[in-house]
């Protein structure tokens, strides 16, 4: 994402809210919808939807109603996918810069992860996100934790991401946490250091958490495909677990990982959550290009 690229304000989850409001009528709909009965069934004017539609997207409801395809995943694993040595082979790995992102990381040692988050402090922030609610974690290193509420509740989600560090000490601070969101979202591009992340994982699951972070916005890749690129091309699975295990949703972008067939797969914070982030990649893709 270049400082060009413009993403929702962290404000604007309330526009997550309508979209998701409008996945849900258009999954229902057994013909596509024009604008004024999406903006009917939604209770709004047409003119006021597409305003709202067009800053989240930057496309048609036509054109986002296409994304949202069952189909539509296998054609971008068709047409559009990127395979991780491809992205070796451009430029795309190292950790000094990402495709699309404002991050700079780095991991915790295998020592440090055993010891269960014993010993360091952990702040911890509600934000509103272009995805809904988010609950953003983070050491002084980076952040560390991004879960997203809008189907498991922020209940569960604090339960989730409190559990993966369960020796760690927890002090709700957002204020400390606020810049860094804001970078790492695309928000704030003031030229200044990029935010920093900071991976707590077992060595294997930061390997597939590395080879993540290279699947450009707008493109997808495959658990058989992660396995080959980190040495492991029998251990599908296990790197399914781990995508599964990935503790920092949309800026680690496991909504990217594809099974081979083309479907969806599971996600962690909910299939709507990931239809919509694909959905939003792809449409935002071909608005820009």
Known sequence: MNANTHIPALDDGYHYKVMRRAIDLLD?????????????????????????FSRWVGVSPKRYQQYLMLGQAKEMLR????????????????????????????????????RNGAGLVIHW???DSPFGAALVMGTEKGICGLALAAETGEEEAMRDLQGRWPGAQFEEHAEILRPWVRKAFGVADDGEEKAPLYLIGAPFQIKV?????QVPSGQVTTYSDIAASIGRPKAVRA???????NPVSWLIPCHRALRKSGALG???????VKRAMLAFEAARAEGQG
């Open 79 to 114: 047409d559009h996918a990127t395979t991780l040595e491809a992205a070796h082979e451009v430029g795309l790995s190292g950790t000094g810069r990402l495709h699309d992102l404002f991050l700079r990381w780095e991991a915790m040692s295998p020592g440090e992860f055993a």
């Open 266 to 272: 599971g996600y962690h914070w909910g299939l709507p």
């Open 239 to 245: 790197v399914g677990t781990a995508v599964g295990r």
């Open 28 to 52: 229902d709909a057994e013909e596509t919808l024009t604008l004024e009965q999406i903006a009917e069934k939604m209770g709004m004017s047409a003119a006021h939807f597409q305003r709202l």
């Open 209 to 213: 958490w590395e080879a993540l972070l």
């Open 125 to 127: 922030g509600w934000f």
